[in-house]
């Protein structure tokens, strides 16, 4: 069962074999097998493409199932008397990821010697379930409701200028007065094209101007430092900088829109105990 599935996922024999530590031969004869076993063709061979068959798709769709429930009823057997271990894959925002989430990877390593992490930077939006990752840190909520949401933490935009910018183009005193100024701002996909602020009791919404932009926040903010434009960065990214002086705040009195950070995993009768370490940790480390 979980060959077929692999083969079907990666569409080759030789892929699945790999994912699997399997030579190419035998995953080719145990679904050979498999079919002469259940008496009808589960793929559909050519030299250039393998598909499924029908037959192949329902097998495949009740497999998934099937093994879930395995896994489960496994894992929860294990973990009453186990320690976490295995692999867990993880998907992550990129700003998150870098700043705040691989600094505090290795004391949840150490913690859980057995446990080894895959972790995924990127701000594409990934299923979980199709590509196998066991969670994925996103901003914002998710509509996908086989999806469980956990907070973990929260990020502010801020307006931040480097001193230099500030010397040179003076402290703006609106969101008016600050569109007249150079920019160096992260847009990816449509996030980071708007972003709301509070003034005076109101929500405000304010349009990012393309003067220069960049799908990668450290980029941006190596930008921002060299005294270029003003930028709208997270306030975790900035944080140190303020504090020593190479950033200056922008705007105070625009208070920005707090936006969650959120753990995703999949819903499962038994959510397994790797994961449930992993988010702990998480909320342990970024709740405050």
Request: aromatic share 10%.
């Amino acid at each position: 069962m979980r060959i077929a599935i692999e083969v079907a996922r990666l569409g080759s024999f030789a892929a699945a074999a790999r994912e699997l530590r399997l030579s190419a031969p035998s995953v080719s004869r145990i679904v050979a097998e498999l079919e002469a076993d259940l008496g009808v063709r589960l793929f559909n061979r050519t030299t250039r493409q393998l598909s499924l068959t029908e037959a192949g798709l329902e097998f495949v769709q009740k497999s998934s199932g099937i093994l879930e429930e395995l896994d489960n009823m496994r894992s929860a057997v294990r973990e009453r008397h186990d320690t976490p271990r295995g692999q867990l894959r993880v998907s992550c925002v990129t700003a998150f990821g870098n700043e705040c989430l691989a600094p505090a990877l290795p004391e949840f390593l150490q913690r859980f010697p057995q446990l080894g992490i895959s972790l995924e930077l990127g701000n594409r939006f990934v299923d979980l379930i199709e590509e196998r990752y066991d969670v994925a840190i996103r901003v914002g909520p998710l509509s996908d409701s086989s999806m469980v949401a956990h907070k973990i933490s929260t990020q502010k935009i801020i307006f931040v200028a480097s001193p230099e910018f500030c010397r040179q183009f003076g402290m703006p005193k609106s969101l008016d007065a600050i569109r007249s100024y150079p920019s160096v701002t992260q847009v990816s996909g449509e996030w980071g094209r708007i972003h709301q602020f509070r003034y005076l009791g109101e929500i405000v919404d304010f349009k990012v101007l393309q003067h220069f932009t960049m799908n990668s926040a450290r980029a941006v903010k190596n930008a921002c430092l060299t005294g270029y434009g003003y930028s709208l960065l997270a306030d975790f990214m900035v944080a140190k900088d303020l504090a020593e002086n190479r950033l200056v705040r922008l705007l105070p009195n625009y208070e920005p829109v707090e936006q969650p950070i959120y753990a995703f995993y999949p819903q499962s009768r038994h959510t397994p105990r790797k994961v449930r370490v992993f988010i702990d940790h998480l909320t342990e480390i970024f709740g405050s």
